[in-house]
């Protein structure tokens, strides 16, 4: 009776341990989980990596110089602004045309426009600072521009990465020995992903900086307008009529027919 209790005691424990001792093994069979660093990431993006690179690159430059070039601040500076408001109130437009000779800026450059024009009255003076006034959006607009270039640009060469990483996987897979190809197969299919997340990593912020910019720009430009026009309010035109501000060579002179002694031939037609 007691070896029976015995072998019977024995079994149980043996019972007892062999479930721990197969999830030991198991434990011991399983591989370890590799951890890769972003570099390893990025690596794995292939090629296509490069220029997504120096895509990221100039979205950063282009919105920080967007930043710096469509404040108000910039555009309209206040000390600028004053040295107009005193020159207008002294009735000095020579002397606002030389203050915006002195400093590059949007409110300096639509009055000067505006001065230069300010002999021909006041329909040609508006016409020439809104002329200019488009010439400053413009210019304000054109690097703002390449964000968007490059919001649509982007997932395109990350598209690139795509097809090329789906094309090395087809390769794999029609080679019939998937098994033994498996790590090729999920570097290429890594690939994949990693090259389509990068362009959309860059297009994203890219389009979201565009508009917001963009709508920034016609804010401050909108207030260089308002400025600009307040400062030509309530002139007297008619007082400045035929005067010439500014250095700039008139081209424009007397028709060469009109001082031909008569007699000579018929005045051409003007066109």
Same mark, same amino acid.
């Given at each position: 009776? +007691?070896?029976?209790?015995?072998?019977?005691?024995?079994?149980?424990?043996?019972?007892?341990?062999?479930?721990?001792?197969?999830?030991?093994?198991?434990?011991?069979?399983?591989?370890?989980?590799?951890?890769?660093?972003?570099?390893?990431?990025?690596? +794995?993006?292939?090629?296509?990596?490069?220029?997504?690179?120096?895509?990221?690159?100039?979205?950063?430059?282009?919105?920080?110089?967007?930043?710096?070039?469509?404040?108000?601040?910039?555009?309209?500076?206040?000390?600028?602004?004053?040295?107009?408001?005193?020159?207008?109130?002294?009735?000095?437009?020579?002397?606002?045309?030389?203050?915006?000779?002195?400093?590059?800026?949007?409110?300096?450059?639509? %009055?000067?426009?505006?001065?230069?024009?300010?002999?021909?009255?006041?329909?040609?003076?508006?016409?020439?600072?809104?002329?200019?006034?488009?010439?400053? %959006?413009?210019?304000?607009?054109?690097?703002?521009?390449?964000?968007?270039?490059?919001?649509?640009?982007?997932?395109?060469?990350?598209?690139?990465?795509?097809?090329?990483?789906?094309?090395?996987?087809?390769?794999?897979?029609?080679?019939?020995?998937?098994?033994?190809?498996?790590? +090729?197969?999920?570097?290429?299919?890594?690939?994949?992903?990693?090259?389509?997340?990068?362009?959309?990593?860059?297009?994203?912020?890219?389009?979201?900086?565009?508009?917001?910019?963009?709508?920034?720009?016609?804010?401050?430009?909108?207030?260089?307008?308002?400025?600009?026009?307040?400062?030509?309010? +309530?002139?007297?035109?008619?007082?400045?009529?035929?005067?010439?501000?500014?250095?700039?060579?008139?081209?424009?002179?007397?028709?060469?027919?009109?001082?031909?002694?008569?007699?000579?031939?018929?005045?051409?037609?003007?066109?």
């Amino acid at each position: 009776m +007691k070896i029976k209790s015995f072998t019977s005691a024995l079994t149980i424990s043996l019972l007892g341990f062999l479930p721990g001792i197969a999830a030991a093994q198991e434990t011991a069979a399983a591989p370890a989980v590799k951890h890769e660093s972003l570099l390893d990431e990025i690596i +794995k993006g292939g090629w296509v990596m490069i220029p997504l690179f120096i895509c990221s690159i100039a979205m950063v430059w282009l919105i920080t110089d967007g930043i710096l070039r469509t404040r108000s601040i910039r555009l309209v500076p206040p000390m600028e602004l004053e040295k107009l408001r005193n020159a207008f109130r002294a009735g000095d437009y020579v002397g606002a045309y030389q203050i915006t000779n002195e400093t590059p800026c949007a409110i300096n450059n639509v %009055t000067r426009a505006g001065l230069i024009a300010l002999g021909d009255g006041k329909h040609p003076t508006e016409d020439a600072m809104l002329a200019e006034l488009s010439k400053e %959006t413009a210019r304000g607009s054109v690097r703002l521009s390449y964000l968007s270039v490059l919001g649509v640009c982007s997932p395109m060469i990350g598209l690139i990465g795509t097809v090329v990483g789906m094309i090395k996987a087809f390769k794999e897979l029609g080679g019939g020995n998937v098994a033994g190809n498996a790590d +090729k197969l999920a570097a290429a299919i890594g690939e994949v992903l990693v090259a389509t997340a990068t362009g959309l990593f860059v297009a994203v912020p890219a389009f979201m900086a565009y508009y917001f910019l963009r709508n920034r720009l016609q804010s401050s430009m909108q207030e260089v307008e308002y400025e600009a026009f307040n400062l030509f309010r +309530k002139l007297p035109y008619h007082l400045a009529e035929g005067v010439h501000i500014g250095d700039q060579e008139l081209y424009a002179n007397a028709p060469n027919w009109v001082d031909a002694p008569a007699g000579e031939g018929e005045a051409a037609p003007a066109h």
